[in-house]
């Protein structure tokens, strides 16, 4: 198994210009294309990359709505898709039916293979392309009809296929139709240049929310407020610290309501806020600290925790629960505490209160492991040396 940047062949020969179509739901925000823009940015003149997203779609917020973007180094492309109020069973119009026709080299689908969405996009790649698609399922489960026959038919067609995580891997590897196919790492990446340390901002977010920049260390959250995301296990934790601290929850969820009658409890010191994706990184460069303590439960556990590497970036430390992903995610840049134990949590985090010194260290290693592992070129280079070994094996088989 390899960190971002490799696969599981080796160096090859990249052809002139490849053409490249990637389609998913979530590349209807904006913020959500920046794989398909940095892949474009790292092939250069060498490969065409072209985006299809819904025209619009109903999201966990809301209606979202297609909009391009003026910096875009690939094509963004907005087509119909129908029933997006289930993410299992939409579809996509005949749009974008006709757009596979254009002689792609490669096909990438954003999209799980047992919904029907990714079993369509399958079904309409022509055979001279190279198909692959993301997997993020990191508990194996067995679906049933028809989910079971849109994964089967979508492994069926697909060349090879990319997971989100080690632990997803560990999960897929030897489960029929994947075993049999050749496979990438494909994580999320952190946009190192929004993401990054910023004194400034440390101080005016603080300020902002009517605290002094130099009081008791700023725990920080950021997420669904949701149980299985530890929330209730968190508030417990806080309460039993003896070292003085702070603490700043950003996100918003069906929980929102019982943190806010937890913090109303803890004379000033919390602080609730929901905030724009552009709005984040001045608020993570206001924590002294991230916490993840992800709980799993019988049909989820933590697929990745985007929160780690956006706090590895501003050169935040981290502390994550053995949940899924996040240990892979975390390696040796930050400390991983046992899920659900408290007198782990709570001896982590009264140590990292009380030492300024070892914050910094876990941050200096965040920051280098976001910069080596995690910055989006080099997760696109992985994603698109992928793409050229599927595209040359497709095309010397004929």
């Known amino acids: 198994m ?44 060498k490969v065409e990359v072209v985006c299809v ?12 709505r297609f909009a391009p973007l003026a910096d875009e180094a690939c094509r963004a492309v907005g087509v119909r898709a129908y029933g997006t109020q289930s993410p299992h069973l939409f579809g ?15 096909v990438f689908a954003w999209e799980e293979p047992y919904v029907l969405a990714g079993a369509q996009i399958a079904a309409w790649t022509p055979p001279s392309a190279a198909f692959s698609f993301l997997t993020f399922q990191n508990l194996r489960k067995r679906y049933p009809p028809p989910f079971s026959w849109f994964e089967r038919y979508t492994l069926e067609r697909a060349d090879g296929w990319f997971y989100s995580g080690h632990s997803v891997f560990d999960v897929q590897r030897a489960a029929p139709g994947y075993r049999e196919r050749p496979s990438c790492l494909g994580p999320l990446g952190v946009d ?55 603490a700043l929850f950003l996100g918003g969820g069906v929980l929102e309501g019982e943190l806010r009658r937890w913090a109303r409890r803890q004379d000033e010191r919390v602080r609730i806020v929901s905030a724009a994706h552009d709005q984040v990184p001045a608020y993570v460069n206001s924590f002294d600290l991230l916490c993840a303590p992800s709980e799993t439960a019988r049909h989820w556990r933590e697929q990745f925790g985007r929160m ?38 709570i001896q982590a985090l009264e140590r990292l209160l009380g030492d300024a010194s070892a914050r910094a260290e876990l941050g200096a290693r965040g920051l280098g492991r976001a910069t080596k592992v995690y910055a989006w070129p080099v997760v696109a280079r992985g994603y698109l040396d992928f793409f050229e070994r599927l595209a040359t094996a497709r095309h010397r088989n004929g």
């Open 192 to 246: 190192l240049q929004l993401f990054r340390p910023d004194a400034d901002a440390r101080r005016r977010v603080r300020v902002g929310l009517g605290w002094k920049d130099d009081g008791p260390p700023v725990i920080g959250f950021v997420g669904r407020f949701v149980p299985e995301k530890g929330l209730h296990f968190l508030m417990r934790v806080l309460d039993a610290l003896k070292q003085p601290w702070r």
């Open 308 to 345: 780690l590497i956006e706090a590895f970036a501003c050169g935040v430390p981290v502390i994550g629960s053995d949940s899924g992903e996040i240990p892979h995610v975390i390696a040796d840049a930050g400390i991983v505490a046992r899920e659900a134990d408290e007198a782990a949590w």
């Open 53 to 64: 997203a819904p025209q619009r779609y109903r999201a966990d917020l809301g209606w979202a």
């Open 92 to 106: 996509y119009g005949l749009e974008l039916r006709t757009l596979l026709r254009a002689g792609w080299d490669s």
């Open 2 to 45: 390899q960190e971002p940047g490799g696969s599981t062949y080796g160096p090859g020969p990249v052809a002139a210009r490849r053409r490249l179509l990637t389609v998913g739901h979530s590349y209807v925000i904006g913020v959500n294309r920046r794989l398909a823009h940095e892949i474009a940015v790292v092939g250069g003149a």
